[in-house]
């Protein structure tokens, strides 16, 4: 399978030696589960935009320290990349702004939460199964990094999974599309760097939370298992 990577940001400059970018952090857990995944890269955040939807098997947008109503012109033309897939029946999976994006794109609402960042792991109950989420769990806690949620979903959206901080955690828009409010693609030393990259944006106590939490399991790896079986079946079904 060949996967687009959207990529709409780049790990900050003072963490990158000792974590890497975005491509690397993906391409390095979803081998772990599909060695045989080739990843293609766009630069969005540099306005470097796909023309051709079907150049891949199916995309994956990445998250970003921008927001979707930041007003940014690559993050409008990525929208409309967006509405061509949805129109056109490719698979596309959405993290954390990449998941903010698609419900906008598509007619929802994203907002700043009232309840602050979210950091740290994040821990969320499974409230609706599908065939593609194998093998099974009713819970899915994954590391996040985010002030944004979405506030209003579109036309057809199924909510998969979520809790009382994030309730749209885990989407479905039709068939096609998936979207995750949490980083599977993130460490736990990375959450943590980052973290301490932006207490003063977070908060002294918040960011004591979200350390505190960095001893729980995360279930990263059950995350991509299910997204590369999402994809597939997203597929099969064109």
């Not at 002030?147 to 959206?157: A, G, I, K, N, R």
Request: proline share 5%; net charge negative; hydrophobic share 45%.
């Amino acid at each position: 399978m060949r996967i687009g990577l959207l990529q709409c940001d780049d790990v900050a400059p003072e963490l990158r030696e000792a974590h890497g970018n975005y491509p690397g952090m993906f391409a390095a857990l979803f081998h772990k589960v599909d060695p045989a995944l080739e990843f293609v890269v766009w630069r969005c955040q540099d306005g470097e935009i796909p023309d051709d939807i079907d150049a891949v098997d199916a995309w994956l947008t990445t998250g970003s320290k921008h927001g979707v109503n930041d007003g940014l012109a690559w993050v409008d033309d990525l929208c409309g990349f967006v509405r061509r897939l949805w129109e056109a029946g490719k698979p596309l999976v959405g993290i954390c702004f990449g998941h903010q994006l698609m419900a906008k794109a598509l007619g929802g609402a994203v907002v700043k939460s009232p309840k602050g960042w979210g950091v740290g792991m994040s821990f969320n109950r499974v409230e609706t199964g599908t065939e593609w989420m194998a093998p099974w769990q009713p819970s899915l806690d994954l590391l996040v990094s985010h002030q944004d949620q979405v506030s209003e979903l579109p036309l057809q959206t199924r909510v998969l999974a979520g809790s009382d901080f994030c309730p749209f955690y885990l989407i479905q828009i039709g068939a096609h599309f998936l979207g995750v409010q949490g980083h599977p693609e993130f460490t736990k030393p990375y959450s943590r760097d980052l973290m301490a990259l932006r207490a003063e944006l977070v908060g002294e106590e918040r960011v004591r939370e979200g350390e505190a939490s960095l001893s729980a399991p995360v279930d990263d790896t059950l995350m991509v298992r299910w997204i590369l079986n999402f994809m597939r079946r997203a597929m099969e079904g064109r």
